[in-house]
C-alpha cells in the first residue's frame, strides 16, 4: 500500500510548497546518485550534497582537508561533471565544511566515555564505607550503591 502517491497528487493539485520540497528533495536525491561515482574518486563517501541551483551545486564535506583537497581539484571536477546531462549549465562549486557528517551525511553522535566495569573490591569498600558512616540517609545511599556496582548473589 503506497500512500504517499496519492498525498502528493493531492498536494500537487493544491500548488502546494510542500509538493515544491519534494520534487527538491527527490531532485537532489536523484543528483546525489549521479555525482556519487564522479566525487568519490576524489574524496571518497565523505560528502554531502546540499544545495543544487541552475548553475551552482554545494557540497558539505566533513573534513576541512577533503574539503582543501576538493577546491583545489573543483576545476577538474567542475569539467567533469559539466560532462554530466543534468549538470551541464554549472558553473560554480561551493564547498563548505561540516565536521559532523558521517559517511552517510548523518550526523554522529558525540563520543562518550568508555564503560568501566566495577570490581568486588571497590563493592567490598564501600560497603565498609557504609558500616562506618552514622547518617542513615548516607549510609543507605551507599549500601544501593554498593549493590547496585555488584549485586549480592
Given at each position: ?6 498525498i ?9 510548497q ?18 556519487k561515482?564522479?566525487?568519490n ?13 541552475a548553475?551552482?551545486?554545494t557540497?558539505?564535506i ?5 574539503a582543501?583537497?576538493l ?22 562549486i561551493?564547498i ?12 554522529k553522535?558525540p563520543?562518550g566515555r568508555?564503560?568501566l566495569?566495577?570490581?568486588?573490591a ?8 557504609a ?5 542513615p540517609?548516607?549510609?543507605?545511599s551507599l549500601?544501593?550503591?554498593a ?7
Amino acid at each position: 500500500m503506497d500512500s504517499a502517491k496519492p498525498i502528493y497528487k493531492y498536494l500537487e493539485k493544491q500548488n502546494s510548497q510542500v509538493v515544491d520540497l519534494i520534487t527538491y528533495g527527490q531532485t537532489l536525491h536523484r543528483l546525489r546518485r549521479t555525482l556519487k561515482p564522479v566525487i568519490n574518486q576524489y574524496i571518497g563517501n565523505g560528502w554531502q550534497l546540499s544545495k543544487f541551483s541552475a548553475d551552482e551545486l554545494t557540497l558539505l564535506i566533513n573534513s576541512a582537508e577533503l574539503a582543501n583537497r576538493l577546491r583545489y581539484q573543483s576545476t577538474n571536477l567542475l569539467q567533469e561533471i559539466r560532462t554530466l546531462e543534468s549538470c551541464k549549465v554549472l558553473n560554480k562549486i561551493n564547498i563548505k565544511v561540516r565536521p559532523d557528517l558521517t559517511d552517510k551525511g548523518e550526523e554522529k553522535e558525540p563520543e562518550g566515555r568508555s564503560v568501566l566495569t566495577p570490581s568486588s573490591a571497590g563493592n567490598q569498600q564501600l560497603k565498609s564505607l557504609a558500616d562506618n558512616i552514622d547518617d542513615p540517609a548516607l549510609k543507605a545511599s551507599l549500601q544501593r550503591l554498593a549493590n547496585r556496582v555488584c549485586p549480592e548473589d
